[in-house]
């Protein structure tokens, strides 16, 4: 049995390295020259301020949560300790003008947040129950409890709840865009219930805030990689191979259609896959399933009974719906290290002054770097203005916010990355895909699927884990045939 995966994200290469522990070859084929996806590291070109004269930096800086358990174990299970791959501390959030700083203390749960809460600064006691309030009924919601009509976004489930204005700004907006990339008017309030009850009403660990160490590729592509090429030496990672279709022969068997580059080992047509996940974007997952015929009526109903697989038009049309946001991501090369205790602090986002930021990671914590990188999500706001003008008004910001803390170093570079389509807007009544597709043999991954949080690695992750799961349970049977 040989099961080809399309996409080198974190849910493909999930789905791959499972597979293949579990000894099933798997061929994974990646349009870009390097795996990780909207993950992936960057190697710039020569930055005369920099060791190597390179600049190497993730397309976006990245934070995980200790409630990110099957990104952990499947790290661990890589042989990669989480102790040493992240900066891991007790959740802080405290703002860059030290007026408002929430940080959770060593003690069991729920004690770390109470007794974090209780000793919160800026929060006077209305806005401290208020806060408690609304988060006692977090799981609940995540549970499926139904919303009152009308409560179905994050900002009106606040208003609702009856929390200060300057709790909304302050906090929850903030907290809100920086999970979902989605403002708070109109994200989803059961996806945001999720990740507040995952990270903030389950142990204390779950609430730890994880920065990677080292670039996400150097930490988990390049190992998934180097696991697919162990042991039975029968799997293989494409790189630069962009599959431009996917047809299935008279056995029952798939077979992909690569973009052949002048570079890559990737034969042009591939054939006898028992299996296929699709682990691309939606939109090109689409492109990939528009052109299969529909799977006999008897083959797509058992589908659609067996998991919830919806019928091809249907998840056809589920994958034209995604809307997404952008993410932008400001890195500011220093003459020296700075100086402040915080590895991540809020700034204060203010449209009328001009200041966009809302994040920003001190390297010096977490990889010793002269470097700090200013994180803007739901960056759709920020389109008008150009690289050059983003980039003068938020240091403008920085240096303004920051003015009450250690002496910001001198700037000496920037690079400004904008990802217009960083992720899924995760708003409302988005009807999200299973893994299981009405074509039986083929699944799709991503952080896209019906993972139950907004897009996120860990998503990407389950989702990825829960195709190959899907692979295995069937293997005793052709998975292509009907
Ligand atoms: C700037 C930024 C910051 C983020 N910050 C965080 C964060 O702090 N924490 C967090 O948890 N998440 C964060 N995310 C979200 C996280 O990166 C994503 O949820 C995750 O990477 C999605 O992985 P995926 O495998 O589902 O999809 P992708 O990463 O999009 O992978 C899909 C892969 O398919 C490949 N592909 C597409 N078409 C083809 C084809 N035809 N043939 C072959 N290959 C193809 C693509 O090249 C890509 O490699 C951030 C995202 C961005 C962009």
Same mark, same amino acid.
């Given at each position: 049995?040989?099961?080809?995966?399309?996409?080198?994200?974190?849910?493909?290469?999930?789905?791959?390295?499972?597979?293949?522990?579990?000894?099933?070859?798997?061929?994974?084929?990646? !349009?870009?020259?390097?795996?990780?996806?909207?993950?992936?590291?960057?190697?710039?070109?020569?930055?005369?301020?920099?060791?190597?004269?390179?600049?190497?930096?993730?397309?976006?800086?990245?934070?995980?949560?200790?409630?990110?358990?099957?990104?952990?174990?499947?790290?661990?299970?890589?042989?990669?300790?989480?102790?040493?791959?992240?900066?891991?501390?007790?959740?802080?959030?405290?703002?860059?003008?030290?007026?408002?700083?929430?940080?959770?203390?060593?003690?069991?749960?729920?004690?770390?947040?109470?007794?974090?809460?209780?000793?919160?600064?800026?929060?006077?006691?209305?806005?401290?129950?208020?806060?408690?309030?609304?988060?006692?009924?977090?799981?609940?919601?995540?549970?499926?409890?139904?919303?009152?009509?009308?409560?179905?976004?994050?900002?009106?489930?606040?208003?609702?709840?009856?929390?200060?204005?300057?709790?909304?700004?302050?906090?929850?907006?903030?907290?809100?865009?920086?999970?979902?990339?989605?403002?708070?008017?109109?994200?989803? %309030?059961?996806?945001?219930?999720?990740?507040?009850?995952?990270?903030?009403?389950?142990?204390?660990?779950?609430?730890?805030?994880?920065?990677?160490?080292?670039?996400?590729?150097?930490?988990?592509?390049?190992?998934?990689?180097?696991?697919?090429?162990?042991?039975?030496?029968?799997?293989?990672?494409?790189?630069?191979?962009?599959?431009?279709?996917?047809?299935?022969?008279?056995?029952?068997?798939?077979?992909?259609?690569?973009?052949?580059?002048?570079?890559?080992?990737?034969? !042009?047509?591939?054939?006898?896959?028992?299996?296929?996940?699709?682990?691309?974007?939606?939109?090109?997952?689409?492109?990939?399933?528009?052109?299969?015929?529909?799977?006999?009526?008897?083959?797509?109903?058992?589908?659609?009974?067996?998991?919830?697989?919806?019928?091809?038009?249907?998840?056809?049309?589920?994958?034209?719906?995604?809307?997404?946001?952008?993410?932008?991501?400001?890195?500011?090369?220093?003459?020296?290290?700075?100086?402040?205790?915080?590895?991540?602090?809020?700034?204060?986002?203010?449209?009328?002054?001009?200041?966009?930021?809302?994040?920003?990671?001190?390297?010096?914590?977490?990889?010793?770097?002269?470097?700090?990188?200013?994180?803007?999500?739901?960056?759709?706001? %920020?389109?008008?203005?150009?690289?050059?003008?983003?980039?003068?008004?938020?240091?403008?910001?920085?240096?303004?916010?920051?003015?009450?803390?250690?002496?910001?170093?001198?700037?000496?570079?920037?690079?400004?990355?904008?990802?217009?389509?960083?992720?899924?807007?995760?708003?409302?009544?988005?009807?999200?895909?299973?893994?299981?597709?009405?074509?039986?043999?083929?699944?799709?991954?991503?952080?896209?699927?019906?993972?139950?949080?907004?897009?996120?690695?860990?998503?990407?992750?389950?989702?990825?884990?829960?195709?190959?799961?899907?692979?295995?349970?069937?293997?005793?049977?052709?998975?292509?045939?009907?």
């Amino acid at each position: 049995m040989t099961v080809a995966v399309i996409g080198a994200g974190w849910a493909g290469l999930a789905a791959a390295v499972t597979l293949h522990q579990k000894g099933v070859a798997t061929h994974v084929f990646e !349009a870009a020259p390097r795996p990780g996806g909207r993950a992936r590291t960057v190697d710039w070109p020569a930055s005369a301020h920099t060791p190597d004269n390179r600049l190497i930096t993730d397309n976006g800086q990245h934070i995980l949560l200790g409630a990110y358990t099957a990104t952990l174990d499947l790290m661990r299970a890589l042989g990669r300790d989480p102790d040493t791959c992240f900066l891991g501390y007790p959740l802080s959030l405290e703002h860059a003008r030290g007026s408002f700083a929430l940080n959770a203390l060593p003690l069991p749960a729920p004690l770390h947040l109470l007794a974090g809460l209780l000793r919160a600064r800026g929060l006077n006691g209305r806005e401290r129950l208020a806060l408690l309030r609304q988060l006692s009924s977090v799981r609940a919601i995540a549970n499926g409890r139904p919303l009152p009509a009308g409560l179905e976004t994050v900002q009106a489930w606040l208003v609702h709840g009856h929390q200060p204005e300057t709790l909304i700004q302050g906090f929850w907006a903030p907290l809100c865009v920086a999970a979902m990339n989605t403002a708070a008017h109109e994200a989803c %309030t059961r996806l945001f219930s999720r990740v507040l009850a995952d990270s903030l009403t389950g142990p204390a660990s779950a609430s730890r805030i994880l920065i990677p160490r080292r670039p996400l590729g150097e930490l988990w592509c390049d190992t998934a990689i180097k696991a697919l090429s162990q042991e039975n030496g029968a799997s293989r990672f494409y790189p630069g191979t962009p599959v431009r279709g996917l047809t299935r022969q008279a056995d029952g068997t798939f077979c992909i259609h690569t973009t052949r580059h002048a570079t890559d080992t990737a034969p !042009a047509k591939t054939s006898g896959y028992s299996a296929v996940i699709v682990a691309t974007p939606p939109r090109q997952a689409l492109r990939l399933l528009a052109n299969l015929p529909d799977p006999p009526p008897a083959a797509n109903a058992a589908a659609e009974q067996a998991e919830t697989a919806r019928s091809p038009g249907a998840l056809r049309r589920c994958l034209e719906h995604f809307e997404y946001r952008p993410i932008a991501t400001l890195t500011l090369l220093l003459d020296q290290p700075w100086n402040d205790p915080a590895p991540m602090l809020m700034l204060h986002e203010d449209h009328a002054a001009g200041f966009r930021g809302q994040w920003v990671f001190n390297h010096r914590h977490y990889d010793g770097q002269s470097r700090l990188s200013v994180v803007i999500s739901d960056a759709t706001h %920020t389109s008008h203005l150009d690289g050059e003008a983003l980039a003068r008004a938020v240091i403008a910001q920085l240096q303004a916010q920051t003015s009450t803390r250690a002496p910001l170093p001198r700037i000496v570079a920037h690079k400004l990355i904008i990802e217009k389509r960083a992720t899924f807007a995760a708003v409302p009544g988005l009807v999200r895909p299973a893994n299981i597709t009405p074509w039986p043999g083929i699944l799709v991954a991503g952080d896209w699927t019906d993972t139950g949080y907004p897009a996120v690695l860990e998503g990407a992750v389950r989702s990825g884990l829960a195709a190959a799961r899907h692979v295995l349970d069937h293997r005793t049977q052709p998975l292509g045939t009907p």
